[in-house]
């Protein structure tokens, strides 16, 4: 029996299934059984226009053909050697990830918290062996860095602040986009800071340039790592390859994730080697660098490099902007913001949330990370037409709510 066949539209099948899901958020009553491109499909047969893509993950949108080759030819030649042994998709995304970034070596994963974790412990043991056991990191109000309890403890959410006590010691929050205030929290146990460069749970709030600048030059001076976490903001989402790129500066460790595998789990760690400090049994994981999810991320990867790809995403994210700025003026709402494919409109009084299960209605797929705010992190190769059509349909649900 096929998922689609044992879920029928309106069945009260599906409401006695999703009763065995452990209910961990408010999911909408429905199965989506498959995906093309920038399109969704439910049990109903019905399509939705996916702004969403996985939360930023399908890279290249829904079932791509290259990361369906990838997956076929991966399947049918090895699928898992172990942790043990190098593999040969581990050894070619990790060298292609190095000659498309400013570091030479990396650590995989599966999730973006596993790599934050491996970002954080390497910090650690760096600070344990070259600054007498300084070990304390600085993040950032309303950072976001995952779920697992080091992750969480590094994350500036407020709704975690009481979650899960006692939490993992050793983070510092600041104010984002404060300089003096991370200045002033600096101290001789301090031995890392680490940042998004561009906010994406808290609502897409970029750091600006004196900020990251800043940063840079305070870690220079104080003797810090600079890790940034583009588990977000990497691959292209942001226009160039990586979002450090855009601030002309040089971390000394950044994590990749969600698309990095287009939607297969994979993450990683990238850091230089003068940072390279585990020793053999300090960090691992069953998973991690399997050529299946390797394999997958490295279509995804020559496929983002591959000659005008970003140029194209870029041209067509600033058609996207231009768009909701033509909806901000219209409707009187705040602003736009955020860069290529991960873009913000600001909505104002408009409550987003309730624009959001209102598009799900039209077959429309949006994210409200904030009340305030609607968030937009389509397929990096959406085309104009496919944005128009979202256009059109975002114009009549603003239409109707204001
Ligand atoms: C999503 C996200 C994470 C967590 O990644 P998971 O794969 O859910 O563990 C970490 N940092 C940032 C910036 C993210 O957006």
């Known amino acids: ?36 491109g920038n399109y969704l499909f439910d049990q109903a047969g019905k399509r939705y226009l996916d702004l969403i893509q996985g939360w930023a993950v399908n890279t290249l949108g829904h079932c791509p053909p290259v990361m369906q080759q990838a997956l ?28 498309n970034s400013a570091f030479d070596q990396v650590f995989f994963a599966n999730s973006g918290a596993e790599a934050n974790e491996g970002a954080i412990k390497l910090a650690r043991k760096w600070g344990q062996i070259n600054k007498q056991g300084a070990n304390k990191i600085i993040t950032f109000k309303h950072g976001f860095h995952g779920r697992t309890l080091a992750t969480m403890s590094a994350t500036g959410k407020d709704s975690f602040s009481q979650l899960y006590e006692p939490k993992v010691p050793g983070f510092t929050k600041v104010p984002f986009n404060d300089l003096e205030s991370t200045r002033t929290a600096i101290d001789k146990s301090t031995v890392a800071i680490m940042l998004e460069l561009i906010q994406g749970e808290a609502g897409i709030i970029p750091a600006t340039q004196k900020f990251v ?85 490295n279509a995804v990867l020559t496929e983002v490099t591959s000659q005008d790809f970003l140029s194209k995403s870029v041209e067509n994210s600033v058609y996207l902007k231009s768009r ?10 705040p602003g736009v913001r955020g860069k290529g494919m991960l873009l913000a409109l600001s909505t104002g009084g408009i409550d987003a949330p309730a624009i959001v299960k209102r598009a799900l209605e039209d077959g429309l797929l949006l994210n409200a990370p904030r009340p305030d705010t609607l968030r937009f992190m389509p397929a990096l190769n959406i085309e104009k037409s496919v944005i128009d059509e979202a256009m059109t349909m975002l114009d009549k649900l603003l239409a109707e709510a204001v």
Do not use: W
């Not at 583009?230 to 500066?249: A, D, K, N, S």
């Not at 080697?273 to 660098?289: A, I, L, R, V």
């Open 1 to 36: 029996m096929t998922l689609s066949e044992a879920i029928q539209p309106n069945d009260s099948g599906l409401q006695q299934k999703i009763t065995y899901i452990l209910p961990i958020t408010t999911r909408p009553e429905l199965c989506f059984i498959s995906g093309e």
């Open 72 to 99: 076929i030819e991966q399947s049918n030649t090895l699928i898992n050697p172990g942790p043990a042994f190098y593999n040969a998709p581990m050894l070619n995304l990790a060298s292609n990830l190095c000659q």
């Open 213 to 297: 600048s800043g940063l840079r030059e305070l870690c220079d001076q104080n003797e810090l790592l600079l890790i940034v976490d583009e588990v977000q903001t990497g691959i292209g989402r942001t226009g160039p390859l990586f979002c450090y790129e855009y601030y002309g500066i040089e971390p000394d460790i950044m994590t990749l994730g969600k698309g990095l595998g287009g939607g297969f789990p994979i993450s990683a760690l990238l850091t230089h080697k003068k940072y390279s400090c585990f020793e053999p049994g300090d960090q691992g994981g069953t998973f991690n660098g399997n050529p299946l999810a390797c394999a997958v991320a």
């Open 324 to 333: 909701l700025i033509r909806l901000c003026e219209k409707y009187n709402l």
